[in-house]
Structure formats: C-alpha cells, structure tokens
Nanobody, 115 residues
Framework: QVQLVESGGGLVQPGGSLRLSCAAS????????MGWYRQAPGKQRELVAA???????NYADSVKGRFTISRDNAKSTVYLQMNSLKPEDTAIYYC?????????WGQGTQVTVAS
C-alpha cells in the first residue's frame, strides 16, 4: 500500500521560509519522478515543482527562483524548500509522482502566508 505523508507546513509571514517534507512508502522511490503540488481555496490543484529520478528539476513560473525541490532516495523523501514566501503561496501542499499523480493523495500540509 502506497503512503505519502507530508509535513512541515505552518503559518509564516511574507518573505519567510518553510521546508516541507514528504515521506513515501510502498513504492521503489528512487525509480519515480516526484512532484510537489498545491491547492489553494477555490482553485484546482497545480504542480509547482518536480524532480526526476535522476535529480533534474522543473518549476512553475510562479515559484521559480524561490522554491527548491530535492530528494533523498535513501530516506524515500522529497523536500520543498520555500523561500521569499508570498500570500499567494497559501495552499495545502501535497506530494505525488510527477507529472502524472499515480497514487492516492495524502493529507497534505497547510501553508499559510500572512502577516
């Protein structure tokens, strides 16, 4: 059974930073391209960052230069370092395979950017 467990969210002021983690189990993690997605209230879920099995990365224009995705295959974990956060980054953040999300979504982790 595949499980994706996100953590690290919270309330942060504009300009602040957070580091999200997603621990995966039930898959051979190192074989998969992974992504961080987010869903803001009233909006569709969107892919904001992806990392291939080989470590190449790609970002949505809205987060490019501010977010960094990374992975630790030994820990079956993918990370999202978020800097220079903006109120529009407020959303629930999820991880899954990328670009297609193959597995059931986890509970996500709430990120709220507000002063």
């Amino acid at each position: 059974q595949v499980q994706l467990v996100e953590s690290g969210g919270g309330l942060v002021q504009p300009g602040g930073s957070l580091r999200l983690s997603c621990a995966a189990s039930g898959i051979i993690f190192r074989f998969y391209n992974m992504g961080w997605y987010r869903q803001a209230p009233g909006k569709q879920r969107e892919l904001v960052a992806a990392i291939t099995s080989g470590g190449s990365t790609n970002y949505a224009d809205s987060v490019k230069g501010r977010f960094t995705i990374s992975r630790d295959n030994a820990k079956s974990t993918v990370y999202l370092q978020m800097n220079s956060l903006k109120p529009e980054d407020t959303a629930i953040y999820y991880c899954n395979t990328a670009v297609a999300a193959l597995y059931e979504w986890g509970q996500g982790t709430q990120v709220t950017v507000a002063s």
